[in-house]
């Protein structure tokens, strides 16, 4: 039943996909049967290099923002006890330097964040599928296998 199903389901999205007078459609059902072209392995290799790159940048980004983060907040709490002293009586919280430098450096941290996550997030997920399709190629193992 779940293969008549799936079938039928198939079937239905290679019309959607190819319209009512498109190819055949079920030579879109069995296309995951025919053998694949070959595989360029330097071009998977320089993929999977482009993907660690990426990797290390969101590390890095990461990094930089967090400790960029930590010495914005340190900045701006030592305005604030500038401020609680004689020194800035009559500047405003907003125009004291040292405030400036922390909320600026708060947000390049918050900014850094979040760049460097989606970046490591993303690239990791493609360096790990590139890794893994490598690993299956390497064992001479690829597609649908009748042993």
Not at 24 to 46: G, Y
Not at 121 to 135: A, G, L
Request: charged share 20%; net charge positive.
């Amino acid at each position: 039943m779940k293969t008549i199903l799936l079938t039928i389901v198939s079937l239905f999205c290679c019309m959607q996909s190819h319209g009512a007078a498109g190819a055949h459609p079920v030579s879109c059902v069995f296309r995951s049967a025919q053998p694949d072209k070959p595989v360029d392995m330097e071009k998977l290799h320089a993929q999977m290099e482009r993907y660690r790159v990426g990797r290390v940048t969101g590390i890095g980004l990461m990094s930089g923002g967090a400790a960029a983060v930590v010495v914005g907040e340190v900045l701006t709490i030592l305005s604030a006890v500038h401020a609680e002293d004689n020194s800035y009586r009559y500047r405003s919280s907003s125009q004291d330097p040292l405030w400036i430098a922390g909320f600026s450096t708060l947000m390049a941290g918050v900014g850094g964040l979040g760049s460097g996550v989606p970046l490591y997030v993303i690239y990791n997920k493609r360096y790990k599928v590139v890794k893994h399709r490598i690993k299956k190629l390497s064992e001479g193992k690829s597609g649908i296998t009748i042993e």
